[in-house]
């Protein structure tokens, strides 16, 4: 079993930055592939950026030179810093594991960019 509780989520102007966490109940260095995805009201739930063991961090095309995914081992947590953000990224972010064959997601965390 993986727990994953998302932090760091707000209300922003359009062109500010945040940083999310994804903290995780064992350690992430087992865990085979992390993720951030996100949901806008009335849309599908769309893949952000991904980062997994031995492979390039990959991004969605509408983030690509704004958004970096990292990771840190030794705390368990899985960040995404968001920079000129536009209110198209306003949405709820999720955070994703796979693991032992199994997906897990934490609770989301609301991002909000304004005008």
């Known amino acids: 079993q993986v727990q994953l509780v998302e932090s760091g989520g707000g209300l922003v102007q359009a062109g500010g930055s945040l940083r999310l966490s994804c903290a995780a109940s064992r350690s992430i260095f087992s865990i085979n592939a992390m993720a951030w995805y996100r949901q806008a009201p009335g849309k599908q739930r769309e893949l952000v950026a991904r980062?997994?063991?031995?492979?390039?961090?990959i991004y969605a095309d509408s983030v690509k030179g704004r958004f970096t995914i990292s990771r840190d081992n030794a705390k368990n947590t899985v960040y995404l810093q968001m920079n000129s953000l536009k209110p198209e990224d306003t949405a709820v972010y999720y955070c994703y594991a796979f693991w032992d064959w199994n997906d897990y997601w934490g609770q989301g965390t609301q991002v909000t960019v304004s005008s």
């Open positions: 980062i997994a063991s031995g492979n390039s961090p």
